[in-house]
């Protein structure tokens, strides 16, 4: 009978983007045809972004990518300055990014083991990745430790997250890297919108119940309110998104909040989308950036959809704009600064 140390024993690798320049296969894919054009087209744009001192890029997250081994590509970009905000899903964040800063990990797996084996030795898979439950449990206890230290009101889950990266400096990183540690550390506010809709939902949920007279809660209005200051305070915004969902929506939809604010800003300047999803469903999470033109949200001379897996075209594109070096020139925005500080906790 197979043992859990039998299943959990060769870890992800998160891969390095600064140790491989796809600087010669992107400008090869420039003279190709199909997602490979698309992609190196997508590369120029985001060097164009990065080379616009005035435009502030806001990524977005969705699907089990970190847990895949492209934690440390997002950490890599926030470090050097080439993202200066981000909109993710909770599971991005909480179980995949939180969990592994606070020692744990992710392991190779098989999409074709038998799941109830899995399920008996407490091993959660995500397709061909397995996962410790029990380990788990702890990133949730962990999440309503931090939840028991913050006043009983409602928060945005950008100031959630800080308070958690607040914990990792407290507490001490456990990992090479971490998003939430790197965006605490350089003013690049992280918002969740669904933010129950993950591990941070069970610690939450036992927050409440231990406290159900006075409690946090997570304001996702305030979150909304608070992107849309993002887009009011910039010049001009980039988006990249990888994949689509709530963080995509989200982060659309703030050009339209400005304009029913009575403060229209333009639609978002440039715009790139890696994803696998097919629009002819309704299962690219709305729409493409070009039918997200039709709504005044993203403005079409420098945008391009990527149909491919973020594995193989973030890895690529990130390392594209690394090496090509437009970072260099950008200075922190530090967008956390917009929003002033309040009185989270009493260690603070």
Known sequence: MEKKSDLLNEPIKHINIKAFDSTPIIEGFASM???????????????????????????????????????????DMIDYNMVDAIVSTGAVIVDQDFFEALGFKH???????????????????????????????????????????????????????????HYLEREGLKSEKSVVYSAYTKGVPIFVPAFSDCSAGFGLLCH???????????DSVRDFRELTEIKLAAKDTGIIMIGGGVPKNFTQDIVVATDILG?????????????????????????????????????MTYAQMVFGEA????????????HNGAWQDRKPAHLSNLFPATEMSADW
């Not at 084996?117 to 962990?142: F, G, H, K, P, S």
């Not at 945005?156 to 958690?164: E, K, L, N, P």
């Open 33 to 75: 045809a199909f997602q490979a054009r698309n992609l190196a087209v997508a590369a120029k744009i985001y060097e164009r972004m990065l080379s616009d001192t005035g435009c502030r890029i806001i990524l977005t997250l969705a699907g089990s990518i970190f847990s895949a081994g492209l934690k440390n590509v997002v950490a």
């Open 208 to 218: 409440q119940w231990e406290n159900r007279q006075e409690h946090l809660t997570i």
């Open 107 to 165: 392991y190779i797996g098989s999409p074709l083991a038998d799941d109830t084996v899995l399920r008996n030795l407490a091993i959660d898979r995500i397709y061909d990745t397995y996962i410790d439950e029990d380990e788990l449990r702890i990133c949730d206890d962990t999440v309503a430790k931090i939840a028991d230290t913050l006043p009983p009101k409602p928060h945005s889950s950008r100031q959630f997250i800080q308070a958690m990266g």
């Open 311 to 322: 594995t193989i075209t973030l890895s690529l594109l990130a390392s594209y704009a690394y």
């Open 263 to 299: 403060e229209e800003k333009p639609m978002h300047k440039y715009a790139i989308q890696l994803t696998v999803a097919d629009e002819r469903d309704g299962g690219l999470s709305g729409s493409t950036l070009k039918e997200a033109c039709s709504w005044g949200k993203v403005d």
